[in-house]
């Protein structure tokens, strides 16, 4: 089953919820590895086919669901001797999506622990320091977690 | 393609990537709008369905993964007359998940809005002062966003 059809068309706004609008366009496991890895700065068809090992036909699918979304845009290159072909690049939209990747970066690093513990750690350009996600009330102080509202 | 028995014997650490590891569990629409509404207050089967209009087996199977990925507790209660049945509860680890839902409806309010604008805002408990999720250094300073690493 197929949206990219139907989110090219039409952002699908039907839902008053933003959390279901979001997974409408983002819902399935390749579509965030995908932007995971152009957050990592791969670009190609092949070098997201190589690295998520996901079925070529899917990846096609899910990449013009992310171009149709406004998350990825696709751009022209051509290798000398060959056929021109697109790459991928992510747009305002797609890098906004950071704080979503870093939320299930930071879950799954406590939740769901690697042996060896975390790969990669968020930090600050530049200087490297790391960085983490909190909530801050409208004055910017953190505000500690609470139970669900 | 059903991963419901996978995960309830063993957990997917398989790959080095947390956000992998995260998504192998939470991966489609279904899971992460479940727990959304085990937030809201959500306990029984039958207000899953009803909310999420989730075909019955679809439900059966992603509640199933939840449980036994430790997001959801299982607890049996009894109407009067009627049989034995089960409700599910976040545990902590689903509580904290609160993050990835948050990034998930701040980037819808923004990048896929309702036109009649945002519908729940994230609010403090007992001030319902608004908040929202920063980047922090290690000495809680926030951080601006920056372009990916």
Redesign the interface.
């Known amino acids: 089953m197929s949206t990219s059809a139907k989110t090219t068309d039409r ?3 039907e ?15 390749w579509s ?2 995908i932007i ?1 890895d152009a ?3 791969t670009t190609r068809f092949s070098g997201f086919r190589d690295s998520l090992g996901v079925p070529s036909d899917i990846l096609t699918a899910r990449l013009a669901t992310l171009v149709g979304a ?1 998350v990825l845009e696709r751009r022209a290159y051509r290798e000398p001797g060959a056929r021109e072909r697109s790459s991928y690049h ?1 747009t305002a ?1 797609g ?22 513990g ?3 750690l ?4 530049g200087t490297h ?10 004055a ?1 102080t ?2 500690p ?5």
């Open positions: 952002p699908p706004t839902h008053a919820c933003a959390i279901h609008r979001s997974l409408d366009l983002l819902g399935e496991k965030l590895l995971r957050f990592r700065g406004g992510l939209r890098l906004a999506l950071k704080t979503v990747l870093v939320a299930l970066q930071e879950w799954g690093d406590e939740f769901v622990p690697n042996p060896g975390p790969v990669t968020v930090r600050r350009a320091e790391h960085v983490a996600l909190v909530f801050v009330d409208d910017g953190p505000v977690p609470a139970a669900p509202a």
